[in-house]
């Protein structure tokens, strides 16, 4: 069992940038594929950004391309997600999800088997 916890979230204004934390329970994060999800009320779980174990295969949506950076530290058991440039669009609560498989390039929520309880980012005026 592995248990993620998010933090890092919060009220920020448009233009504005915030750092998302995924801390894992267990020193197990250099073998999961690790992904970040968001949910905006009303509307499907979609897919953000996702790195390979090793950190060095990544892909984004292309809604965050540019302004979205993932990276891990895996001797810390811990995956990140830079936000900069937020829009009130990006609003949404924010999900750490971890594949224990280890698959390249996953980006639908069926390809997770473990995730966090998620944390709540609004860019808001």
């Known amino acids: 069992q592995v248990l993620l916890t998010e933090s890092g979230g919060g009220l920020v204004q448009p233009g504005g940038s915030l750092r998302l934390s995924c801390a894992a329970s267990?020193?197990?994060?250099?073998?999961?594929?690790m992904g970040w999800f968001r949910q905006a009320p009303g509307k499907e779980r979609e897919f953000v950004a996702t790195?390979?174990?090793?950190?060095?295969?990544?892909y984004y949506a292309d809604a965050v391309k540019g302004r979205f950076t993932i990276s891990r530290d895996n001797a810390r058991n811990t995956f990140y997600l830079q936000m900069d440039s937020l829009r009130p669009e990006d609003t949404a609560v924010y999900y750490c999800?971890?594949?224990?498989?280890?698959?390249?390039?996953?980006?639908?929520?069926?390809?997770?088997?473990?995730w966090g309880q998620g944390t709540q980012v609004t860019v808001s005026s």
């Open positions: 999800a971890a594949d224990p498989f280890g698959n390249v390039g996953a980006m639908t929520a069926s390809d997770y088997n473990y």
């Open positions: 267990r020193r197990a994060l250099s073998a999961y594929t």
């Open positions: 790195n390979n174990r090793g950190g060095g295969i990544t």
